[in-house]
């Protein structure tokens, strides 16, 4: 069966009316910021959010996340809750405010400090500091209040998203054990022998453990999972059910890979907006008739940045045909500023930028054209249609949404995806030219294969990688999820599943 958009709201409407769905993340799908004392709504450059706001747009509902636009506050009620998104109002955002002590302790601190490079096996050296540990524990406390007060003591399904919660499942269930909770981590977990190091290990899974179902993007990832709950707690894990079992409370851990909205997103892709969108690209970049290769990240360390720059460096040096044509625009949306390796990759990333681009510029012609910012989806999908191929390195990567993206722009056929085989996406798109971005000569070769790709052999490979993101979509990802959480047989007395008196609930109430 092809998931749609409406497919999923049949589920929903027929086994879970009037059951509020409760979804908790950090990063806002909507943020208000001030712009020249106008008041302006844009969307975080986040694969979670983009992900999930289609999913919310078809269940309505109440998401709980983390205000952190400068004019947030303004643009909602007293308990921070406004109607998103604001040109067809379809649920509710309820933001939370955190003071800025907490905020840094809590995601510059634990969350992407400690948790981010220790999931993605970044060899970084995390920092352990027992304030940051304290903030992540408040947070999910002051979190767990706002869902509570949504749940308004009624049967919820709860669905919290990743690392910046592992704590609150468990605070959620110990006060109202009526709740049905997942958890979705969308990033990797890394074997345990990682996350030994975390001097706060038994906590997190503790608290994990308060979820009925777990989803990661992969297999691997569940396995690790329930491997690390066997080296850290008193839990019967059955690794073929894929579940544990701990104090008379059962989770189950599946894995569920993440996609985007492959129908909106095509169908958007080709529009006039989006054309005229390519059209300005040309103007930002200058006219030239060589190939094109893009690529778009925020700026982070396990994107693989820098080896890309140095695989378009190092083709330039072998293919001289390359020179004075090849153009290559990287999109660096700013990221996590506060932490410092962030900062010191973004400058890093600017300096070898510099540098390639002194080496090898001639007349009028420069290699990279580097953007230090965030672009829309339109400008971005505009983008994706010009180019002839796109690179994702990542160096190790839950899912990777950028590339599903890529394919569902190219509503034209062509254009080549080059994609690191370190992504969750690498094993659904076997059709893109898979590389080792660790390797500098593959990493080469790769865009030469790109480049030198034979239309036909470009077409054949394009379609094949567009049915695949049409029929695994984002509703398949919420719907596969869902169906699992209505089979859980914890999930049958709360929600009054298959209860032929269960009497539809009085409607969501809305808020302005
Ligand atoms: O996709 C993984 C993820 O951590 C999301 O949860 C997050 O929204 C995104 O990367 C971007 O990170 P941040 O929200 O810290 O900007």
Redesign the pocket.
Known sequence: MTWTRESLQTLIGERLKGIRIIAV???APYLHRDKFGTTECVQ??????AALDPVMRACGGVWVAQGTGDADRITSDSKGRLQVPPEWPSYTLRRVFLPERLQAGF?SGL??GCL?PLCHVAFLRPRFEPEDWNAYCTVNRIFADAVLEEARGEPALVFV????FALLPRMLKERNPDLVIGQFW??PWPNPEVLRVFPWQKELVEGMLGNDLIGFHMRTHCANFLSTLDQTVEALVDHVAMEARRAGQTVQVRPFPISIDFEAHSKTAASPRVESEAERWWMRIGPGDGPLGISID?VDYTKGIPERLRAIDSLLRHCPEYRRSLRFVQIGVP??EDVPEYRDLAARVQQMVDEINDRWAMGGWKPIHYFHSQFSQMELMGLHRLADFCVVSSLHD??NLVAKEFVASRTDGDGVLVLSRFTGAAAELGDAVIFNPFHLNQAREALQTALVMSSEERRRRMRHMRQVVEVNNVYRWAGKLLTTFLRLPQAAAPLELGSPNRVEKEPVARWG
């Open positions: 993340s950090n990063r975080p450059a986040s694969g979670m959010a995601y969350s992407n981010w998203q990743d690392y910046h969308h990033i925020r990221s996590r839950g899912m």
